[in-house]
C-alpha cells in the first residue's frame, strides 16, 4: 500500500517557486521523508531528505509539518529543467525498499 | 564516466528466450537494486543486495533471478522472458549509511515480442 500521496499533475511559470505537496499521514517515527524526480525517462534522481527538521540543499528546500504527516518540496527558482516527475517516498531507516507511487507530473511552462 | 552503468541500453528479445541486464557501479557502495517502470507508472523493486553475499526480493520478483558477482556488479536475468516483462529497468546503488539516498542507472529499455 502507498504510504503517501500526491496530486497526479501541476504546472509552474518559470522562475516562480514550485510548491509540491505530500501527504504522509501514517508516517512512523523512524521514517524519513525523501524526495526523488525523473526526468523523462532517465534514471530517477535523490534530491532531499528529511526526518523532522526543514532541510535545504542547493536544489531544493523541503518543509516537513510538526506533525510529520505531510511536506512540502519547494524549488525555489523553477527552470524549463525541472519539468519532471516528482516522488515523495516515506522510507525506514534501514535502507533498502523505496516505495515509488505515481508521484507528480510538474510541468514548468515559459 | 557514469557511475552507474547499464547493458545494453534497449533490447528487444522473443517470448521464451533467456536475457541478462548488467549493472555496474564505480561508487564502491555496498548496496545495488533493480526496478522495472512501466508506462505512467512508477517504479518497482524487483531484487536488491546489501553486500555480495545477501540477496533479497523485492515487490515483484517472479519470472526473474539475480546475481551479485562482486561488489561492483549486479545482474538481473529473465530466465524466460514473457511480453509483459516489456517495460523499463533500472539498477541503482546506495551506500550502506542511515540514509537512503540512492543512484541510479541510465535504464535499459526491454520489449519481449
Known amino acids: 500500500d502507498a504510504k503517501t500521496t500526491q496530486p497526479t499533475s501541476m504546472d509552474c511559470a518559470e522562475g516562480r517557486a514550485a510548491n509540491l505537496p505530500c501527504n504522509h499521514s501514517t508516517i512512523s517515527g523512524n521514517e524519513y521523508v525523501y524526495w526523488y524526480r525523473q526526468i523523462h525517462s532517465q534514471g530517477p534522481q535523490y534530491i532531499i531528505h528529511g526526518l523532522k527538521n526543514n532541510e535545504t540543499n542547493e536544489m531544493a528546500s523541503l518543509i516537513i509539518t510538526e506533525d510529520r504527516k505531510s511536506s512540502t518540496l519547494i524549488l525555489p527558482h523553477a527552470t524549463l529543467r525541472d519539468t519532471a516527475v516528482y516522488y515523495c517516498?516515506?522510507?525506514?531507516?534501514?535502507?533498502?525498499?523505496?516505495?515509488f507511487g505515481q508521484g507528480t507530473e510538474l510541468s514548468v511552462k515559459p | 564516466d557514469a557511475d552507474v552503468t547499464q547493458t545494453p541500453r534497449n533490447r528487444i528479445t522473443k517470448t521464451g528466450k533467456r536475457i541478462m541486464l548488467e549493472c555496474s557501479q564505480t561508487?564502491?557502495?555496498?548496496?545495488m537494486y533493480w526496478y522495472r517502470q512501466d508506462p505512467g507508472l512508477g517504479l518497482r523493486l524487483i531484487y536488491y543486495s546489501f553486500d555480495v553475499k545477501d540477496i533479497n526480493k523485492g515487490e515483484i520478483s517472479d519470472g526473474y533471478s539475480v546475481s551479485r558477482q562482486a561488489q561492483a556488479k549486479f545482474s538481473l536475468s529473465l530466465e524466460s522472458a514473457i511480453p509483459n516483462q516489456t517495460a523499463l529497468y533500472f539498477c541503482?546503488?546506495?551506500?550502506?549509511?542511515?540514509?537512503?539516498?540512492?543512484?541510479f542507472g541510465p535504464g535499459t529499455r526491454l520489449t519481449v515480442l
Open positions: 541503482a546503488t546506495s551506500s550502506a549509511g542511515p540514509y537512503n539516498e540512492q543512484f
Open positions: 561508487k564502491g557502495h555496498d548496496r
Open positions: 517516498i516515506v522510507e525506514g531507516n534501514q535502507g533498502g525498499k523505496l516505495i
